[in-house]
């Protein structure tokens, strides 16, 4: 059996708009056609960088879903750190998709969750989201009691040290969450 025209991830709802019935869905995923990443979401078997998978089912479920944290520093550059699971923010309020193995689900501010937040694309027909390196940063200061104060020091450093790299623009994203401002200040004022 072929797959028909599917995103690189999709879900299973999608699949039997596509043509298929669960048996056939079930079959594909029997010759490793397809993988299962969560409940009823599947990806196609070598259509997407492993690492983005779960991003990518977790998007084809929930479109707000977004690379945060320690997998958005790694995917930046910004960090020699390998997390155990996927780090995936959606809007608080929303609720987390179930199933998935080794992500980290984050609940972010609605009023505050698009600052910052990216695209990019994964694949051919398959864009996904990821916070700048400047939002993810401003988000290790704000939840460093949960990621370490180490993290979000050696990821400043680094970003610094990049051509092209702004404190004012670090300073506008970080201006939107109060609480964190101050001491990525003094963060800026000691590496500068």
Avoid: N
């Amino acid at each position: 059996m072929s797959l028909p025209a599917l995103a690189p991830a999709f879900t299973l709802d999608a699949a039997r708009a596509a043509g298929l019935r669960k048996d056939q869905v079930y079959g594909l995923l029997h010759t490793g056609q397809i993988e299962r990443l969560g409940h009823a979401v599947y990806v196609r078997t070598g259509s997407i960088d492993p690492a983005l998978a779960p991003l990518a089912a977790a998007t084809a479920l929930r479109p707000a879903a977004t690379l945060c944290l320690t997998s958005a520093l790694l995917h930046h550059d910004l960090t020699d750190q390998i997390p155990f699971g996927t780090d995936i923010a959606l809007p608080r309020g929303q609720r987390h998709p179930a199933g998935f193995e080794h992500v980290t689900w984050r609940s972010f501010d609605p009023s505050t969750f698009d600052i910052g937040r990216d695209e990019f694309t994964a694949a051919e027909d398959l864009r996904l989201a990821v916070y700048s390196p400047e939002r993810t940063i401003v988000d290790c200061f704000r939840l460093a009691h949960q990621e370490g104060a180490d993290v979000a020091y050696t990821a400043l450093r680094r970003w610094i040290r990049r051509r092209g790299s702004s404190p004012a623009a670090l300073l506008r994203v970080a201006a939107s969450f109060p609480k964190a401002l101050p001491r990525i200040r003094q963060a800026l004022e000691a590496l500068l």
